[in-house]
């Protein structure tokens, strides 16, 4: 099932890849008489175009398949792996509202992709370069000690996982924050000026969030929803230890 998941995202942008091919075809023949008449050359131009942007894109799906792979050390370019699919985004939703597949597995199957992406570009940065940014949904919502404008409002009793984030963020030095939203998360972004983030989230927040600050480096972990979306929700804290343990590297 986790492999599914994986190559989910993937599969559907090869669909999309077709589709667009197939368009390019269509248009390429449609436009012949037309173009013909203008210019001899320009039905040849029109196709060498539209054959330009098909391997381009199926150089996308390459770089996709390589990044989920044991060989994703050797891959071509990253870069090109989020450009494509900001280009083949409309095509991939349509394909996943074809088959039923929600857009929730969507994004969970992108957040794999990115995580793979930056295991294998060996990032590494000092504590104070990370920003940890947490969802306030983590706190419980009948704590009187709201912790979103100051965090060190937090009585660390250990009824949610604030507490245990917040000794982390102490004893490991990097900066850790609790945002209501989007907004808030990229606004601190912006003033922490990170070398890496670290987000935790739900499936929406975290697809859109590591799209918005790119080419700024974000690890994606999702958070444990046993009452549902953003309410008295949990993270695996093991996890993020161990991306912490992944992406950190001592001060000489």
């Known amino acids: ?16 890849i077709i589709s667009i091919g197939m368009l390019e075809l269509f ?6 008489p037309g173009f013909s008449a203008l210019n001899a050359y320009l039905p ?21 398949l390589i990044a989920l792979s044991p060989w994703a050390n050797f891959i071509i370019s990253a870069r ?37 992406l930056l295991d294998k570009s060996k990032i590494r940065v000092l504590p104070q370069e990370l920003l940890v940014i947490s969802p306030h949904c ?26 245990a984030l917040l000794d ?11 945002v209501t939203g989007g907004t808030l998360a990229r606004k601190v972004v912006k003033e922490t000026r990170p070398r890496l983030v670290l987000a935790i989230a739900c499936e929406r927040d975290l697809a859109s969030g590591i799209h918005d600050i790119y080419p700024l480096p974000a690890v994606g972990v999702l958070n444990i929803r046993p009452n549902g979306p953003c309410y008295n929700t949990t993270v695996d804290l093991k996890e993020i230890e161990a991306a912490l343990k992944k992406y950190l590297k001592n001060e000489e």
């Open 138 to 163: 983590l706190q419980l919502a009948s704590c009187k000690n709201k912790i979103t404008y100051d965090i060190n409002n937090c009585q660390r009793c250990g009824a949610c996982s604030i507490g």
């Open 80 to 116: 090109s792996v989020y450009r494509g699919i900001d280009i083949l985004w409309s095509f991939i939703l349509l394909w996943a509202k074809l088959f039923g597949i929600k857009r929730r597995a969507l994004e969970r199957s992108f957040v794999t992709l990115n995580n793979n």
């Open 1 to 16: 099932m986790k492999e599914k998941k994986k190559i989910l995202l993937p599969a559907l942008a090869f669909l999309s």
């Open 27 to 32: 248009f390429c023949y449609i436009a012949y």
């Open 44 to 64: 040849l131009l029109a196709f060498l175009l539209c054959g330009a942007l098909f391997l381009a894109l199926c150089f996308v799906f390459v770089n996709m």
């Open 168 to 178: 982390m963020a102490r004893r490991l030095g990097f900066n850790f924050r609790v």
